[in-house]
């Protein structure tokens, strides 16, 4: 009788969706992502004004249709999610920045792919909270992240969200609550310190990530999913990590993880060997990980089974990850892509490219000779002139009439196309002609400001010893050991101009990749002299530098104690165009010589990878009398060099 009354009470349609789904049914949830987009909408370099296979949103849009059909045809539920770092990066995102009311172009994309949510990285901060906002008022998806709070009542992307989506099991569809959350690196506050300082507060990852799972499990979500823009590094949980993907996984009540960050592979022998990780099967701590790659390289897939506990809830009874990439490479490195540009998107993306193209190939000076990046770690770096050339200019005319203008003005500069992850195409590569604005951005690649430092001659023997770093220590009347540690970041090995010195890789790094010092007996950086006079350790510097530096970005810690000068905001690629352009004064310091080389080394060789275009150049370098030895997997060549 009981059962009778009820009946009455409730539809039949409501009476099924308040029984919970039968125990051990089970039901499948496809997690489809991406990561560090960096503004790579189209398979294009716009710095070599060329296609490349290797990038670009066009082709993982495909592989999301992929994958989605599949999903579509087996019943199987699919989310897309993206983990951030996606509107800063190519030319395209400078000049896709809307002033005309009209939604931001990878916002229109992210839209067009049906998103379902987006996390936020440290690079999308780049423009400034205005730009991200305006980018963001478009986004149909939510825009989530739970570790930057903001101190003004803007509330442009939410601390988490929960996806409700219905699931086939038993031949029905039942409900499924799907919790999502956001955290990026808190160093972005001192990366961007000039844009968010008094703006935003940014909590520790894995504190921030704990209150997000707890919220989320709270309001009920059977499933609750991380968009971690932090990579696999650290396996024990300290404060503030920059990586904490590994304890992150750790934590209770957390189901999966998309990483990014560190622009690698998860699975893949790239984090191989690392505790608590199968590089192989994607699980970390058992928690299925997946890192698809940057600029739309891979497409990341995680497939679910869930299993009904009879009352309501799911658990996870398997779960696989995958990673699709879009190309591959011949036997000799050459890449070729493995699906097409999607015909939508490239459609949607062509008056932006178009426009991108078109302003990239303004003239704005010519050059005697070319620049390339290859010899970078190595040999004279003209490039690295240039840019420190101009920043100085630019520095000197800021600073004159001041109490600063009295001491010496040096410049630092770093490269910013290195190959490494990015592979052997991504490297700085000017002719010798005019000089387009296109090469502007391929001196300097990054969205940074100019800044200026005092630093004493300790802190400046401190800083180089740093960026010294990148060398594996090489012993002396060997031959064939690796000469870069490829843990450190090209974009850390800075060299400053206005002064010489030389780099000893006999020796051991003094400092560690945090930078703590190893051991106060450790050198490699010998006959630091200013204007042939050895630079004492009290002596007085104003140095020229970017804000990623200034701000203490890759662990210079001798640097976290460095005055600042008072210098207007401004990208220092646009410094290095009107410096081309004529616009700042010729800098004394273009003419100085190029300011390191290696200590001499007695009959000793190391090897280096670079490049396949390098052999064009290979002249530069005779001195180091240079072997082609092979070339590796990535399309890297090698070659064996004398120290
Ligand atoms: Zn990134």
Redesign the pocket.
Known sequence: MLTSLSDAKVSLDDQDLAQPCPKNAIARLRVLATT?L?MNMASFDYYTDRADPTVGLTRTASLIRQARAEADHANITTLLLDNG?TLQGTPLGEFAQPDDGQPHVMVQALDLLKYDAVGL?N?DFNFGLPALDTALAHLKCPAVNSNVHRLDNQKSWVPYTILKRNVTADGQDWPLSIGVFSVLPPQAMDWDAHLLRGKVEIDDILSAAQQAISTLKAQGCHLVIALAHTGLQETTATPNLENAAIPLAALKGLDAIIA??T?LLLPSPAHAGLKHVDASTGMVHGKPTVMPG?AGSHLGLIDLALIADGQGGWEIDSATTELRPIFERTDTGQPFPLVPEDAELTQLITPFHTTTRKNMQRPVGASTHPFHSYFTYFAPDRGLTQVAVAQAAALRAYISGTSYADLPLLSASAPSKFGGRAGPEHYTNVPAGPILLRHVADLHVFPNELHGLIVTGAQLRDWLEMAAGLFHQIHPKTEGAPLINPDVPGHNFDVIFGIEYQIDPSHPARFDLKGDLVDPSYHRIRNLSYKGQPVNDSQEFVVAVNNYRANGGGHFKALTTARPVPVPSRLIQHIVRDYLMGRLPHDPIADLPFPWHFTPQNQTRTTVHTSPSAALFLDEVQYMAPIALEQDDEGFVRYSLML
Do not use: A, E
């Open positions: 560090d960096h770092d990285g690079h990014g960050h622009h940057s």
